[in-house]
């Protein structure tokens, strides 16, 4: 069996720090906060009573997804750490993490991977072929694809170009048709091996992000404020989403999300990109993400709330959205972190979230310097490949098994700290609630009795 080289292994599971730039990992460093050993889960089996896709192309049921779960750090791939047969490794090795946690949807970032951005089909050979083996893998293990589609890799555009917009748009738009055409399942020009089309497509990512602040590791002179303005946004939101429908006229647009919609700067950009004409019609579900960390999720629950009607009520996919298991505020912790996936996922779809991807799947192992997502999550990655489970993770697989059976779409606020299911039951998300019918504690997976007090995070039977 094909060995990961020790240098990949130090980061292969840092998968989502590569959008962001990868961290440094030396011999020292303190121990990770663990719980418990990773027990492979089997992978959760299909809901026969619900399609995964609803008749107007978003989620039948509330969905919860990981980004960037089966991935690498494009820096490993650059260096050459990876034959394919040990690519094609490590990537079947995430996906069926990701399945057995109980995740439906994972997402692809081309700042990270699978390289789907025009730039890097011109400059970066393998490029199609990586997407191939991405695709092939994820669907093998059921889990529904996101992908994403632009001139430019990632957040991380200015690295590679000045001008946002491409100077042949026409040749750009031409490259999404045949990009889009290859994964849409019509037996036209499809991928082989396909086993279903890729539904869903995101156009970009963080445009609000890369406009108000200096480019991550850019090697050019490019100012806030410059560079992908929301007139420039539109118009490459615009053309894309039009080649993605004509080449598959069932497929589903995101909007690049939002860094930053719980701030004033994020709420000041999607208002300005939505008021240009278009706009709100060229894309079919609001992307955000959010990254807030305040103790009780106030902000994030905010954001997702004006987005929204910003938006005009469309659905929303929380593609990113994560807190740290460790941290300078008092309130961080490993336990904090697994009730605020539960916290994530209660006010999101109270909110109008119909899917929620918590960033990432696994931690890097022991760093030496610490950069902002090291310790945000599912897992924490052992040098061997191996992985170790955070609190998160047990909230995540427990919640996504109740989720198998019952559907947080269209869910209330039911007093403070949880939101209420169509079908009566209660996502307590925070603090503690009398049970009279008794419930779960999502928290490990033990039974709540008739008649006790649980305490989130927790899902309670319906009264």
Same mark, same amino acid.
């Given at each position: 069996?094909?060995?990961?080289?020790?240098?990949?292994?130090?980061?292969?599971?840092?998968?989502?720090?590569?959008?962001?730039?990868?961290?440094?990992?030396?011999?020292?460093?303190?121990?990770?906060?663990?719980?418990?050993?990773?027990?492979?889960?089997?992978?959760?089996?299909?809901?026969?009573?619900?399609?995964?896709?609803?008749?107007?192309?978003?989620?039948?049921?509330?969905?919860?997804?990981?980004?960037?779960?089966?991935?690498?750090?494009?820096?490993?791939?650059?260096?050459?750490?990876?034959?394919?047969?040990?690519?094609?490794?490590?990537?079947?090795?995430?996906?069926?993490?990701?399945?057995?946690?109980?995740?439906?949807?994972?997402?692809?970032?081309?700042?990270?991977?699978?390289?789907?951005?025009?730039?890097?089909?011109?400059?970066?050979?393998?490029?199609?072929?990586?997407?191939?083996?991405?695709?092939?893998?994820?669907?093998?293990?059921?889990?529904?694809?996101?992908?994403?589609?632009?001139?430019?890799?990632?957040?991380?555009?200015?690295?590679?170009?000045?001008?946002?917009?491409?100077?042949?748009?026409?040749?750009?738009?031409?490259?999404?048709?045949?990009?889009?055409?290859?994964?849409?399942?019509?037996?036209?020009?499809?991928?082989?091996?396909?086993?279903?089309?890729?539904?869903?497509?995101?156009?970009?990512?963080?445009?609000?992000?890369?406009?108000?602040?200096?480019?991550?590791?850019?090697?050019?002179?490019?100012?806030?404020?410059?560079?992908?303005?929301?007139?420039?946004?539109?118009?490459?939101?615009?053309?894309?989403?039009?080649?993605?429908?004509?080449?598959?006229?069932?497929?589903?647009?995101?909007? %690049? +999300?939002?860094?930053?919609?719980? &701030? $004033?700067?994020?709420?000041?950009? @999607?208002?300005?990109? =939505? !008021?240009?004409?278009?706009?709100?019609?060229?894309?079919?579900?609001?992307?955000?993400?959010?990254?807030?960390?305040?103790?009780?999720?106030?902000?994030?629950?905010?954001?997702?709330?004006?987005?929204?009607?910003?938006?005009?009520?469309?659905?929303?996919?929380?593609?990113?959205?994560?807190?740290?298991?460790?941290?300078?505020?008092?309130?961080?912790?490993?336990?904090?972190?697994?009730?605020?996936?539960?916290?994530?996922?209660?006010?999101?779809?109270?909110?109008?979230?119909?899917?929620?991807?918590?960033?990432?799947?696994?931690?890097?192992?022991?760093?030496?310097?610490?950069?902002?997502?090291?310790?945000?999550?599912?897992?924490?990655?052992?040098?061997? %490949? +191996?992985?170790?489970?955070?609190? &998160? $993770?047990?909230?995540?697989?427990? @919640?996504?098994?109740? =989720? !198998?059976?019952?559907?947080?779409?269209?869910?209330?606020?039911?007093?403070?700290?949880?939101?209420?299911?169509?079908?009566?039951?209660?996502?307590?998300?925070?603090?503690?609630?009398?049970?009279?019918?008794?419930?779960?504690?999502?928290?490990?997976?033990?039974?709540?009795?008739?008649?006790?007090?649980?305490?989130?995070?927790?899902?309670?039977?319906?009264?």
């Amino acid at each position: 069996m094909p060995v990961i080289p020790r240098r990949a292994a130090l980061l292969v599971l840092g998968i989502g720090l590569a959008a962001l730039g990868v961290a440094s990992l030396g011999e020292a460093g303190e121990s990770p906060l663990v719980e418990q050993p990773l027990v492979e889960q089997p992978l959760p089996p299909p809901v026969a009573t619900s399609p995964f896709v609803a008749a107007d192309g978003v989620p039948a049921r509330f969905a919860l997804g990981i980004n960037e779960a089966v991935a690498v750090p494009q820096k490993l791939l650059r260096e050459g750490h990876f034959e394919t047969a040990s690519l094609a490794e490590h990537l079947e090795r995430d996906a069926q993490r990701t399945a057995g946690l109980g995740a439906r949807l994972t997402r692809g970032n081309n700042g990270a991977f699978p390289r789907t951005s025009w730039w890097a089909s011109l400059h970066e050979p393998g490029a199609r072929e990586e997407t191939d083996l991405w695709v092939r893998t994820v669907q093998a293990r059921g889990l529904e694809p996101v992908l994403m589609v632009s001139p430019w890799p990632g957040n991380r555009t200015a690295n590679v170009t000045l001008t946002y917009v491409p100077a042949d748009m026409g040749a750009y738009t031409a490259w999404v048709g045949t990009v889009v055409e290859r994964y849409d399942g019509d037996g036209v020009d499809d991928m082989p091996g396909l086993t279903s089309p890729v539904r869903y497509w995101e156009v970009d990512n963080e445009p609000d992000l890369k406009f108000t602040v200096p480019p991550r590791d850019a090697t050019r002179d490019v100012p806030p404020g410059s560079f992908c303005s929301p007139a420039e946004a539109a118009t490459v939101l615009v053309a894309t989403a039009k080649a993605i429908r004509d080449a598959s006229p069932e497929a589903k647009v995101l909007n %690049g +999300g939002l860094y930053r919609p719980f &701030a $004033a700067s994020g709420q000041a950009y @999607l208002r300005d990109l =939505l !008021a240009i004409p278009g706009v709100l019609d060229a894309f079919d579900i609001l992307s955000l993400h959010s990254y807030a960390s305040d103790e009780h999720g106030d902000a994030y629950a905010r954001g997702l709330r004006e987005s929204r009607v910003l938006a005009q009520g469309k659905p929303i996919f929380v593609t990113e959205t994560s807190v740290a298991s460790e941290g300078e505020e008092r309130w961080m912790s490993p336990e904090w972190q697994a009730r605020m996936v539960a916290s994530a996922v209660g006010r999101g779809a109270v909110e109008g979230a119909r899917a929620v991807f918590w960033h990432t799947l696994a931690d890097p192992p022991v760093v030496g310097r610490r950069s902002g997502f090291e310790r945000h999550s599912l897992l924490v990655g052992a040098r061997d %490949g +191996g992985a170790t489970e955070k609190p &998160a $993770a047990v909230v995540y697989r427990n @919640l996504a098994a109740r =989720l !198998a059976e019952d559907d947080l779409s269209g869910a209330t606020q039911d007093g403070e700290g949880a939101a209420r299911l169509r079908s009566g039951a209660t996502l307590l998300y925070e603090g503690t609630r009398a049970s009279p019918t008794g419930g779960v504690d999502l928290r490990d997976g033990t039974r709540i009795p008739a008649g006790g007090t649980a305490t989130a995070p927790a899902w309670l039977w319906p009264v």
